[in-house]
């Protein structure tokens, strides 16, 4: 097998809605959204937070989602990037409580493809979340992430691996209004009260003592 597979499912073209139309119309209340990324691979040994390239990135990936109106859950967000890492003992059981909540999945697994992020999209699939996979031309992933469609419903989004704005706002838009397609409403346990507790955040402005300087640095979208 060489190169990215293609996921036989739901193309994003068809996913594609025609211009002008608002990202996730027809969503209501807003989605919790559970943003999965590598973790350890985008440490900077150096100082033991991620790297600014990637910080960045993410960063404007999650921010395009709560811009969109919808609740976000990301761990690398959560932990200070690193500065303030969670044991073991709390980040796994943090994540797979805010995986059960998740109304729909958004996954970078990486290059290469990361342990934990195919962890996560294990849990996904035995929930049966929606996962919209982002996936880096070229690599070559494991049938186990290449064939997920095969039991949950899966999206390969259009990403090209820039990282540019406009790549990550297509990306953005093609999974909400997939989402939408699939008729993906908020789940029972969607009350914004429990959102701190799930730790899922709505606003941007929702940086559990985040330095201001990051808001800034986070603007600017690194390309490859």
Known sequence: MSGTTALPHTSAAAAH?????????????GLRVF??????????????VVRPQWRQRL????????????????????????????????????????MQCADVVLA????????????????????????????????????????????????????????????LDRAVRTTLDWAAGLGVRPGPWSATELDPALAYHRHATDRPDTPAAESAAAETVVPA
Request: aromatic share 8%; glycine share 12%; hydrophobic share 40%.
């Open 35 to 48: 943003l999965a990324a590598p973790f350890v691979q985008f440490i900077d040994p150096a100082d033991g």
């Open 59 to 98: 960063s404007a990936l999650r921010e395009a989602l709560l811009d969109a109106g919808h609740a976000v859950f990301n761990a690398h967000h959560n932990e200070g990037w690193g500065e303030w890492g969670l044991p073991p003992q709390e980040c796994v059981p943090s994540d797979f409580r805010a």
């Open 108 to 167: 970078y697994p990486g290059t290469p493809p990361s342990t934990g992020v195919a962890l996560e999209l294990g849990w996904a699939s035995a929930l049966r979340k929606p996962v919209a996979l982002l996936l880096d031309p070229g690599t070559t992933y494991s049938p186990m992430i290449s064939a997920l469609g095969e039991i949950s419903p899966v999206l390969q989004p259009p990403f090209d691996g820039s990282w540019s704005a406009q790549c």
């Open 17 to 29: 809605t025609a211009a002008g139309r608002r990202i996730g119309d027809g969503l209501t209340g």
